[in-house]
């Protein structure tokens, strides 16, 4: 997800935002010039001795027998607000979340907004970016605070969409992908438009994002999660040697120390499992935590329970 610089992927201090000032009003009003026990004059003016009582600042107390209601009065009679405000005031952000804290390129794609739009919007991003592993639904939340802002927005509708992604909301997802496709024309999305569609228990749409055309667009990390994602899909159709051949065009021995290392053995391994092929589906988990230093899969409680 490309919304945090990585001068920022440490996370916040955790300090709330502050709010607005909650003030209700100037808090003037005209003084209550009732009459004192000490009588009045005909031309209805307090006598000496009986002017009423004033409050800080000069101003008349107002107690119950006032005018208008006090400032905490007016404060409390406030409509709650709906759901689509609370969406839009999205959660709370710390103050040290700064727009300048999302990654060059998504800054770049919100250049149209208006500069204040702007700033709050690349703060919500941040926030998702940010807690989008440990929290995925108050990232999402953040998403939606952004989006209802600037729902036009393809990179915005691509965080709402990684978001929903991450929480399990595969339908929404799904959705906010096809719309983030729809503006900026990406086929990244791909891998997890497919796995949506088999979370949805559509595992035949799975496989129609599987093109040449599509893998054309990814990079070698999408279409190894493309490949991944495939082959689940054939599991689910019942086709576990397809899926075995499927991941076997992928370079299983990769040196590299991307995440998607670990990802395609661990997939590995489990589809050889599901063949039969026990000592292999062994000796490819192995494989796995010797490269999975994040612990991203349960390769090592797998081997447990088969050796």
């Given at each position: 997800m490309r919304l945090m610089s990585e001068s920022r992927r440490g996370g916040p201090s955790g300090r709330p935002e502050r709010g607005g000032s909650g003030r209700g009003g100037s808090g003037r009003g005209g003084s209550d010039r009732g009459r004192s026990g000490g009588g009045a004059r005909s031309g209805g003016k307090p006598e000496r001795g009986g002017r009423p009582e004033r409050g800080r600042g000069g101003r008349p107390d107002r107690g119950a027998g006032g005018r208008g209601p006090r400032r905490d009065d007016r404060r409390q009679e406030r409509p709650e607000r709906t759901e689509d405000q609370k969406i839009y005031d999205?959660?709370?952000?710390?103050?040290d979340v700064s727009a300048k804290d999302l990654d060059?390129?998504?800054?770049?794609q919100l250049q149209s907004l208006p500069e204040k739009l702007?700033?709050?919007v690349a703060r919500h991003l941040v926030m998702a970016g940010i807690l989008?592993?440990?929290d995925p639904e108050t990232a999402h939340k953040h998403a939606l605070a952004a989006r209802a802002r600037a729902s036009r927005n393809g990179l915005i509708r691509e965080a709402s969409g990684e978001t929903a992604y991450a929480a399990?909301?595969?339908?929404?997802?799904?959705?906010?992908f096809r719309a983030a496709k729809r503006m900026n024309g990406q086929q990244l999305y791909a891998p997890m438009m497919a796995d949506c569609e088999r979370a949805l228990g559509r595992p035949e749409k799975a496989l129609a994002y599987d093109t040449a055309d599509v893998r054309k667009h990814l990079d070698e990390a999408g279409?190894?999660?493309?490949?991944?994602?495939?082959?689940?899909?054939r599991r689910d159709l019942g086709q576990a040697e397809a899926a075995v051949r499927l991941l076997e065009t992928e370079n299983l021995h990769s040196a590299s120390r991307s995440s998607?290392?670990?990802?395609?053995?661990?997939?590995y391994a489990d589809a050889l499992l599901a063949v039969g092929r026990t000592e292999d589906a062994i000796q490819w988990f192995h494989r796995t935590v010797a490269v999975d230093a994040e612990h991203q899969t349960d390769a090592e409680e797998r081997l447990a329970e088969l050796e």
């Open positions: 999205g959660p709370p952000i710390p103050d060059k390129y998504a800054w770049q702007r700033e709050r989008m592993a440990e399990g909301k595969f339908a929404e997802a799904l959705s906010e279409q190894v999660e493309l490949t991944i994602v495939v082959a689940g899909a998607w290392v670990p990802r395609l053995r661990y997939a």
